[in-house]
């Protein structure tokens, strides 16, 4: 059978989907290349010229490596895997700089970026209260890497799916009980009986409780196998679609390694 995509929701940081005619190795793996596979650029290191504010320098540093940056994945390539071994160059890095006196909030707005295609994602991340007289003057240089080595290039949070719900109801008496138990609120009562609509089946997380409250068992809850209800966010280093584009394209290039190295043989 040939793998299908329905979209429940889009935007640009968050998306869901349902997956059909998929293993759940496969969607597990879609999943980890999101969190884990898919490079990010963050800030790797910084350096202080003055530092004046009440944070000490490592904290500043990390509070810094955290603020999510719009990644070109066409320009940048991850270090480790960089011409420059590893030294530093245009194709792995770049530099963000940030001159601020008090008094004043510093935020994320503030980096003045020497790639104007890599800003931070979201602008108003803040950095650091300044009283009067207060400095802060820095460089922070930014470098592609991987989730699986540190969480500040991890893109895809709250990535996760679940299998499709699948709630069959035979001679109930609409009675109520599961109605009034389901903490989902899915499971209307009509005359001929109780009924999820459609729609509202993917919202069901198996708990149950209206299995155990029917005194017939006219309810039950079970699942597709091969069917999964994909939820995933974005940091915003990727809007949602490239991210999950990125991902597949992450399993794809595996595959491609697998195939070039059996080929060899
Ligand atoms: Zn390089």
Known sequence: MTMEVDILELSDRSAKFVLSSVSTAFANGIRRAMVADVPTLAIEYVNLYDNTSVLYDEQLALRLSLIPLV?????????????????????????????????????????????????????????????????????????????????????????????????????????????????????????????????????????????????INAINVDFQENAFVFTMESDGSYIAKDLALNAANVVKGKA????????QL
């Open 71 to 215: 990644t070109d994945i066409e320009t940048y390539i991850p270090q480790a895997e960089c011409g420059c071994g590893g030294e530093g160059c245009p194709a792995c890095e770049l530099s963000l700089t940030l001159s601020a006196e008090g008094p004043g909030t510093v935020y994320s707005r503030d980096l003045i970026s020497s790639d104007p295609k890599v800003q931070p994602a979201d602008l108003n991340v803040p950095i650091v209260e300044l009283k009067k007289g207060q400095k802060l003057v820095l460089e922070a240089v930014a470098h592609m890497g991987y989730g699986r080595d540190n969480v500040k290039w991890q893109a895809g949070v709250a990535c996760g799916y679940k299998n499709v719900p699948v709630i069959s109801i035979e001679n109930c008496d609409s009675c109520g009980h599961c109605a009034a138990e389901c903490p989902k609120g899915i499971i209307r009562i009509e005359e001929a009986g109780a009924r999820v609509a459609e729609e509202d089946i993917i919202k069901c997380s198996f708990c149950k409780l209206c299995e155990q409250v029917c005194d």
């Open 256 to 263: 491609e390694e697998l195939i070039s190295i059996l080929d």
